[in-house]
Nanobody, 124 residues
Framework: QVQLVESGGGLVQPGGSLTLSCAASGRFFSINAMGWFRQAPGKQRELVVVATSASDTNYADSVKGRFTISRDNAKKMVYLQMNSLKPEDTAVYYC??????????????????WGQGTQVTVSS
């Protein structure tokens, strides 16, 4: 099992910045994909960005050039730096992990794991 805990959400003015953090814990050797999704009120959960262990990244068009994902595999952390925030970025942001190996020789588990979410509100 993998547990994901987000932090760093809050209220920020339009044009401001915020950094989200996600800590992964549990008994595992590695995680292939980690990233962030978000869900605004009345909308479906959507991809923000995912980064693989091979450093491939996939950003939603709506956040390209404004958001940056980074991973610290040694610390089992993933971060989301959000700049030039807009009111439409308001949502609950969820940490995501997929492709877990329990040990070096274990097959990859393709189940998706989710954090509990952290609220980001962009408003003046």
């Amino acid at each position: 099992q993998v547990q994901l805990v987000e932090s760093g959400g809050g209220l920020v003015q339009p044009g401001g910045s915020l950094t989200l953090s996600c800590a992964a814990s549990g008994r595992f050797f590695s995680i292939n994909a980690m990233g962030w999704f978000r869900q605004a009120p009345g909308k479906q959960r959507e991809l923000v960005v995912v980064a693989t262990s091979a450093s491939d990244t996939n950003y939603a068009d709506s956040v390209k050039g404004r958001f940056t994902i980074s991973r610290d595999n040694a610390k089992k952390m993933v971060y989301l730096q959000m700049n030039s925030l807009k009111p439409e970025d308001t949502a609950v942001y969820y940490c995501y992990a997929q492709g877990v190996r329990r040990s070096y020789l274990s097959p990859r588990d393709e189940n998706a794991y989710w954090g509990q979410g952290t609220q980001v509100t962009v408003s003046s």
